[in-house]
């Protein structure tokens, strides 16, 4: 390997200039001031980075591997092989904050679920909406079916459309 140096310091192995080696072995600290350009990076153990970290693509991970965020890894986003997770495992709730509205589609683009701050909240089968809430109550689209149990209607009137019955038997 070659070296290229202006200044070499015996004592501390101290180098001021550029090395130009095929291999390299350092054991201890590493202090790099500047820009470094490293284009592969293998590190076995942790990787401690202070200060902010800015990915240029994308943070590729495998099966089973987590994102783990907080103090003791209470909330963690990973992929199993078969089904995608976010499980919150601290202390407290898991709040999806949003500044206007949220919406949950599928990757087909098939709208599931749509709130709107200070609004009304949509939840759909199928892409068709079939419950919307407004200032006033709800509106369902479609049937109402109860399964068991008393259905309890207060302060209010039942209204049936003209051509339509109610069955009262039990």
Sequence with gaps: ADI???AIDTTTGTFSGEVDAASLDISGNIDVDGTTNLDVVDIDGTLNVQGETTLQT??????????KL???????????GSNSYIDDTGTGGLLIRV??????RSTGNENMIFAQKDGQVRLYHDNSQKLNTSSSG???????????GDVTLTDGN????????IDFSA
């Design 4 to 6: 290229i140096a202006t």
């Design 58 to 67: 994308h943070l590729n991970m495998g099966d089973n591997d987590k994102i």
């Design 70 to 80: 907080g103090a003791s890894g209470d909330l963690e986003i990973y992929h199993d």
């Design 99 to 104: 500044d206007d509205a949220l919406y949950i």
């Design 138 to 148: 709800v509106t369902v689209t479609g049937a109402i079916t109860a399964s068991s």
């Design 158 to 165: 039942l209204v049936v459309a003209s051509g339509h019955g």
